[in-house]
């Protein structure tokens, strides 16, 4: 178990940020924040990551119990690795995306459309999500919980804060293929540190 320290704090987020940057929850906040308020997309994203990572932080806090640390932490890279080269060969989850998109577009009432947002990042995020990996692999290492958790979430809000304030920007920068080359590159890049470097 890894020691907290305000260096390994922000290497997590830093990771989580960059991470989150080229995921497919991005492409969805970049969209939706061009046609709502920012404020409201960027809302709806913090709370659906505080919600996700409370629950992935407690499904890798009890997976540890169970499963050696150093199993989760081999196991976590490969899966990115994994992950990374599935993503090299197509969008992974841009069906969805334009779902989520669809659903939201229906939302009339300004709560409305704040739940349905929250919600469809939340099942983005939990429905094969890279990150998550990578959030059960930190708790894996370090003996903190509220350490891990908010050093996953500082990141993924920082993440959110800046698709949603220059959303339009960068949908025209982060096209559907350079967010794929993007965001397979960032996960094996993290898979392979994880396996190979023993770093989370």
Known sequence: MQEPSLFNFLAIASALFVAELTDKDALLL???????RARTAFLA????FVITTTIIVTVGSLLVLVV????VR????????G????????????????????RI????????????????LAALDLAGDATEVLTIVLVSQYDSLPFVFSAVC????????VETSLGSRLGALFTPRR??????AVFIILGVSIVFLGYT
């Open 68 to 71: 050696p640390v150093e199993a």
């Open 45 to 48: 994203g913090a709370t659906a």
């Open 30 to 36: 970049i969209s939706v924040s061009t046609k709502v």
């Open 179 to 184: 967010l794929r080359i993007g965001s397979a």
């Open 83 to 102: 992950y990374g080269l599935w993503e090299a060969r197509g969008l992974v989850g841009e069906g969805e995306v334009k779902q989520e998109e669809s």
């Open 154 to 161: 500082t990141g993924l809000i920082a993440a959110t804060a």
């Open 74 to 81: 081999l196991a976590g890279g490969v899966i990115m690795i």
């Open 105 to 120: 577009a229906r939302a009339k009432s300004a709560w409305k459309l704040f739940g349905t947002l929250v919600l469809a």
